[in-house]
């Protein structure tokens, strides 16, 4: 059985896409703060960069990056354009130019024409027979029309198992069954460093892949990933490379990696379409860090009436208004926002 199963709290809704009780993908939607993958613009071109093919634009939205083309643009245009890459790994949102519906009017300044789909409508879209399990009705009134007449009430969409392999997410590091994947984003490539405290050989490494695969998905880690295989001598990887393959098609990863090889040094080397921001970049955001104090704040039912946080978050938290005020309405008190002194780690507290 395929289930959508969703959790709500201020701010955003956690999404888990089970299959007969396996996690098989998940996502986070933030009503309040949309992630723009999908959105069509008129955009202005800015800069052309020929040596890029492709130009830095603006939006008029706040969300300006760079449009690929190989076509000859020219600066101070408005092109339509759709971003189908959001900002991410310290690289600003990528566009592609678009033809221009003929049902609108001749374009006159950069905006925003049309939304592209939340997270939550994307999943839904690719198991359309999937009921969506709520255990809020708020959650169940904020989604689509489209969706309504897929829901089901529970007591509690997110189980202690479900509630586990989540947070197991935000962690740097998996279990894949004699291994563990340590997971290392850079700006540039992911590297995968797989580590076992016993003897793994070649036949362990591929008989991990499909779990690895699995996280990598779930992660959605994108770009360049480089994996390091362990226990197995480096003029022996590149016969590592077909079952890696073998693996990637059985996944049925919808963003479709490719496999590119083995480096030099004996590294796997796969590709992953980056469109959304990987999970660790939402989750760990000054966005993504004060909605948790907000959930923590309900989930606990602290008390306090003022959040002290450091600036980053807190100027998060007031640039999605919504948020603060679903968790006021929840708590049926106050909850107002200082900037608590600069620190190293991420300190907040109620008083």
């Known amino acids: ?83 189908i890459r959001c900002a991410q790994n310290g690289k ?13 009017p001749p374009a006159t300044e950069p905006r925003l024409l049309q939304c592209g789909p ?32 897929r829901v089901q009430r529970v007591p509690k969409s997110f189980d202690t198992v479900l509630e586990g392999e989540w947070d197991a997410l935000m962690q740097p590091s998996a279990s894949l069954g004699p291994f563990i994947a340590h997971f290392s984003p850079t700006p540039a490539l992911t590297a995968i ?23 990598i998905r779930l992660r959605n880690l994108s ?30 990863d919808p963003l479709q990696p490719r496999v590119t090889g083995v480096t030099p040094s004996g590294l796997l ?11 660790h970049e939402l989750m760990r955001s000054p966005h993504g860090q004060g909605l948790a104090i907000l959930r923590q704040i309900l989930r606990d039912n602290l008390p306090g009436q ?14 999605d208004p919504d948020a603060l005020s679903e968790c006021v309405r929840t708590r049926c008190q106050p909850l107002a926002l200082h900037v608590a002194p600069p620190s190293s780690s991420c300190c907040w507290n109620l008083s």
């Open 92 to 104: 600003g949102a990528r566009f592609k130019p678009i033809a221009r519906p003929t049902s609108l």
């Open 223 to 252: 770009g360049t990933l480089l994996i390091d295989p362990a226990g197995v001598r480096s003029r022996k990887r590149p016969a590592l490379v077909p079952f890696l393959k073998k693996a990637v098609e059985q996944e049925n």
């Open 1 to 83: 059985m395929i289930e959508l199963r969703l959790s709500g709290s201020p701010g955003e809704v956690r999404i888990a896409l089970l299959e007969d009780d396996t996690l098989v993908d998940v996502a986070l939607w933030r009503p309040g703060s949309p992630d723009g993958w999908g959105n069509i613009y008129d955009i202005r071109v800015k800069t052309v960069v020929p040596s890029l093919d492709g130009a830095f634009i603006q939006t008029g939205q706040g969300t300006d990056g760079f449009l690929t083309s190989r076509k000859k643009i020219t600066e101070g245009s408005l092109l339509c354009a759709q971003l």
């Open 193 to 215: 460093d797989l580590d076992s405290a016993s003897h793994p050989d070649f036949a362990t490494n591929v008989a991990c892949f499909p779990e690895l695969l699995r996280h």
């Open 269 to 279: 080397e796969l590709t992953r379409p980056r469109r959304r921001p990987p999970l």
């Open 306 to 319: 003022t959040l002290h946080a450091p600036p980053e978050i807190v100027h998060a938290l007031e640039e």
């Open 118 to 149: 939340s997270p939550l409508e994307e999943l839904a879209e690719r198991v359309p027979h999937a009921p969506i399990i709520v255990d809020d009705m708020t959650v169940a009134a904020a989604l689509p029309a489209a969706l309504r007449t």
